[in-house]
């Protein structure tokens, strides 16, 4: 971070959309934690942090009488949590984003102490990138850092438009962004071979691009969780009750048809958990993936193609992993994401470097407190995805201007 931060009263966005239970204590804290060091430096080096963040999706969830839910989606919820991780520093909120209070109360903050601001999704402009707002954020700070890796995707308010009113000596990434941008572009340039990608999870339709792309320049691709039973019957099987779409079927070929050319390796599970209802209490047996009787589904990766998948993995050198083997957060269905989370562990172990990026992979490697037996593990979902699938975030391109 090449900023003087001395006396400077610093904007920072930072991504503390993270999950909270019914009592609004937050249940996962890797987001916080990944903007730390950022927040620590900035103090450390004589700077005030002025923090904004959006949780939840306030507009699109708001109350009966057509207001905003402010006790849900408050970030003040945020705030004693900080606190605890900042101990000694002084944490206070502001109970609006831009306006009348946020200025005095930036006008009373000393270097040394954070300010954390309301959820700019409250106001709504901030969704839309409005310039009037960005420009009132933008008032606020003498400089502006953005560490705000898991909302890049956005082109907001507070996560992009208000770049334009920093000069490129006045704005810069924090630490976690840093991060986040090497470890991605080291999977996607020059990277150790051979390259091994794992996705999994629910649908195809929300992975097609990133499938395509890995096509380009993965050498295996490991294909898992719901969206594997879309390919298996693009092949002719009988998957019966099992995530399919339908629509996609011809895209599936299609994609597989690509690999082939491109002598991609694609790996499909060869057998599967399945059950006879999408219950962690249905009857259960390991069926072959193309082989699924009538009114079953295939819910998890069995035995055959966890052995598979994980002789790949320990023979890659670089692994990327985006999406659960299967329903893993029942647990008779969690088995084949602990065994990937394992395998890619151990080669990680061997000299690999490993990427786990996306929501629910994360989730399970974190569950299984192998989060720091792989080399990364990314805070971003949607905009993994899209950094992976080539496209320059608006939250990466805003700062360059
Ligand atoms: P995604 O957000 O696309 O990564 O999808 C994650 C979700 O996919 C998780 O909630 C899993 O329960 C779900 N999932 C994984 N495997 C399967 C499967 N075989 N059938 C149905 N859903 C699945």
């Known amino acids: 971070m090449n ?15 993270v999950p909270l239970n019914d009592k609004y204590q937050v249940t996962d804290d890797t987001r916080i934690q990944g903007a730390l060091p950022t927040i620590k430096h900035i103090l450390k080096e004589g700077g005030a942090a002025i923090i904004m963040s959006h949780l939840g999706r306030p507009q699109k969830k708001k ?23 900042l101990k000694g520093v002084k ?36 969704e839309k990138g409005d310039k009037e707002l960005a420009k009132k954020m933008a008032k606020l700070g003498d400089v502006y850092v953005n560490d705000a890796f898991g909302t890049a995707h956005r082109e907001h308010a507070s996560t992009a438009t208000v770049a334009q009113f920093f000069t490129p000596k006045k704005k810069s990434f924090g630490f ?3 991060a986040e941008i090497a470890n991605a572009t080291k999977v996607l340039n020059n990277p150790d071979r051979p390259l091994t990608a794992i996705v999994g999870g629910a649908k195809v339709s929300d992975k097609i691009l990133l499938l395509e792309k890995l096509i380009d320049f993965a050498d295996n691709v490991i294909v898992g969780g719901g969206m594997a039973y879309t390919f298996l019957k693009a092949q002719g099987g009988n998957v019966g009750n099992s995530l399919v779409e339908d629509d996609r079927l011809k895209l599936a070929n ?10 991609v390796n694609i790996y499909l599970p060869k057998d599967s958990m399945a059950a006879d209802d999408f219950s962690a209490k249905a009857k259960k047996a390991v069926k072959y993936s193309k082989r699924i009787p009538k009114g079953w589904m295939g819910l998890d990766i069995g035995e055959k193609a ?19 083997m299967g329903v893993f957060e029942m647990k008779p269905f969690a088995k084949g994401t602990k065994t ?14 490993s990427l786990v990026g996306g929501g629910d992979s994360v989730a399970a490697v974190n569950q299984m407190g192998l989060d720091d037996q792989v080399s990364y593990v990314s805070t971003g979902g949607g905009a993994m995805l899209e950094f992976l699938e080539g496209k320059e975030l608006p939250g990466i391109k805003a700062m360059k201007g």
Do not use: Y
Not at 3 to 17: E, I, P, T, Y
């Open 63 to 85: 109350k009966e009488d057509g207001s905003i839910d402010v006790e849900k989606f408050t970030l003040k919820h945020i705030v004693p949590f900080l606190s605890k991780q």
């Open 254 to 263: 299609k994609l597989l048809a690509k690999a082939k050319k491109k002598k």
């Open 306 to 324: 966890q052995k598979e998948f994980t002789d790949v993995i320990l023979k890659s050198k670089t692994i990327l992993w985006n999406g659960p």
């Open 176 to 178: 976690l962004m840093d």
């Open 3 to 17: 900023l003087d931060l001395k006396n400077k009263k610093v904007l920072l966005r930072v991504d503390f959309n």
């Open 340 to 353: 990937i989370a394992k395998a890619v562990a151990k080669a990680t172990k061997k000299g690999a470097f």
């Open 91 to 126: 944490v206070m909120f502001c109970p609006v984003t831009v306006g009348k209070e946020a200025k005095e109360m930036v006008k009373a903050l000393k270097s040394g102490q954070v300010l954390v601001l309301e959820n700019t999704r409250f106001n709504p402009g901030e």
